[in-house]
């Protein structure tokens, strides 16, 4: 019985260090950001996930250029290979989330490869996943919506978890479920529905299982 009880407790230790940052990973994860000349603390780091973010309008920029790599002209199809590039960072899971459909062509398949070649995917992953663990330990103000609108594009199923657990820590608002987590669960994004539903169920509980039920039936397979 006791070798069974022992075994649990680390289970459950295991767990709980999975979901919590950890505060001596802080230095490293400031060093990381320092390297790509990125901020190190409290609201300034909320920019990082900002300027990762995709708004509408370059999401529909981004769409247009894509449009257009199939063109006839040699051209236009470089302009627009210019074009996506000049984006910056942010069309990282654009792309990826492009290249992931079935309906793209060999051309357009090549140029975005192309695209992809110019942000390296490493440096991206680290600057995501570091800031969104210091996010977790400074907790500056505003984080939730922030963090929860980069989460569709947490392409990374690591950089993912490491977005998932900065938004388990803002969670709770005066000991209660976060009204944005709340409205989250009915979000037109699956990835924010799955991610407001894995914070509330880690953080709140099964004291919450009438709020997360209805995920259960949720037509999105996430």
């Not at 709980?16 to 790509?36: F, I, K, M, S, Y």
């Not at 370059?58 to 894509?66: D, G, P, S, Y």
């Amino acid at each position: 019985m006791r070798w069974r009880l022992a075994m649990i407790g680390c289970f459950l230790a295991a767990i709980a260090a999975a979901q919590t940052p950890n505060a001596n990973d802080g230095a490293a994860d400031e060093a990381a950001l320092r390297e790509q000349q990125l901020p190190t603390k409290g609201a300034d780091l909320l920019q990082i996930l900002r300027d990762r973010t995709p708004s509408p309008a370059i999401i529909e920029h981004f769409k247009k250029q894509v449009a257009r790599l199939k063109a006839a002209g040699y051209s236009d199809r470089a302009k627009a290979t210019a074009a996506l590039t000049k984006m910056g960072p942010v069309v990282r899971p654009l792309v990826e989330q492009r290249l992931l459909d079935r309906e793209p062509d060999a051309e357009t398949v090549c140029r975005l490869r192309q695209v992809l070649e110019k942000f390296d995917a490493e440096k991206h992953r680290a600057a995501v996943a570091a800031a969104a663990r210091l996010i977790a330990r400074d907790k500056p103000k505003d984080s939730l919506p922030v963090l929860l609108d980069f989460v569709p594009y947490a392409t990374n199923e690591s950089v993912r978890q490491d977005v998932q657990r900065s938004i388990n820590a803002f969670a709770l608002v005066d000991k209660k479920p976060a009204p944005l987590l709340l409205n989250a669960l009915t979000d037109a994004d699956p990835a924010r529905r799955a991610a407001a539903g894995e914070a509330l169920l880690r953080v709140v509980g099964l004291s919450a299982k009438d709020k997360i039920g209805p995920l259960l039936q949720d037509a999105h397979p996430l």
